[in-house]
T-cell receptor, first 114, second 115 residues
Framework: AAGVIQSPRHLIKEKRETATLKCYPI?????VYWYQQGPGQDPQFLIS???????DKGSIPDRFSAQQFSDYHSELNMSSLELGDSALYFC?????????????FGPGTRLTVT | GDSVTQMEGPVTLSEEAFLTINCTYT??????LFWYVQYPGEGLQLLLK?????DKGSNKGFEATYRKETTSFHLEKGSVQVSDSAVYFC??????????????FGKGTKLSVKP
């Protein structure tokens, strides 16, 4: 079965640089979520999209932005990177926003800021 | 706001031992509850879920029952294997309450099973 695809899997950037993370949801899933997981931490919700419109916003810094495109893939853009942005970034997709539907996670992008 | 509290780890068990990982939640709406598992270097995999009170989720020998009266969703397995070694996250989704549609996770419990 098709899974959520994320690219790149690993990314190394320097402070103040920019990074773009990509997510390709499971086909026919209309909702995409982004999470950030720091070392030894639980995942924290950043932002979500439903039918290509921003749906909910969590603890996403103003330096980050995201969008969902017509083919439903999503990109997380991160500017002015800081050391504290080093983390695993997960994308998840769900067949619907409705309650009770599980989210399927991608393998994550490990971002290292040096 | 909504929150999830799960027992601190790490938990170390011998193979074939009984496992319980406690999870309690606070929610303003009618949440759905999940257990996710994360193996080293991998993403999060859904282990089981329950969408309403008294529902029991089960998968791969793991079980958890949605207890509204105690606001709990404890994970259990009768006989663990070395391959169950991973980090386990309890999570809730409360689309009509505090979390909206996104997942709120507990801090995670690392399980190590020794042969």
């Amino acid at each position: 079965a098709a899974g959520v695809i994320q690219s790149p899997r690993h990314l190394i950037k320097e402070k103040r640089e920019t990074a773009t993370l990509k997510c390709y949801p499971i086909p026919r899933h209309d909702t995409v979520y982004w999470y950030q997981q720091g070392p030894g931490q639980d995942p924290q919700f950043l932002i979500s999209f439903y039918e290509k419109m921003q749906s909910d916003k969590g603890s996403i810094p103003d330096r980050f932005s995201a969008q969902q495109f017509s083919d439903y893939h999503s990109e997380l853009n991160m500017s002015s990177l800081e050391l504290g942005d080093s983390a695993l970034y997960f994308c998840a997709s769900s067949p619907t926003k409705l309650s009770g539907y599980e989210q399927y996670f991608g393998p994550g992008t490990r971002l290292t800021v040096t | 706001g909504d929150s999830v509290t799960q027992m601190e780890g790490p938990v170390t068990l011998s193979e074939e031992a009984f496992l319980t990982i406690n999870c309690t939640y606070t929610a303003t709406g009618y949440p759905s509850l999940f257990w996710y598992v994360q193996y080293p270097g991998e993403g999060l995999q859904l282990l089981l879920k329950a969408t309403k009170a008294d529902d029991k989720g089960s998968n791969k020998g793991f079980e958890a029952t949605y207890r509204k009266e105690t606001t709990s969703f404890h994970l259990e397995k009768g006989s663990v294997q070395v391959s169950d070694s991973a980090v386990y996250f309890c999570a809730l989704s409360d689309p009509y309450g505090g979390s909206q549609g996104n997942l709120i996770f507990g801090k995670g419990t690392k399980l190590s099973v020794k042969p």
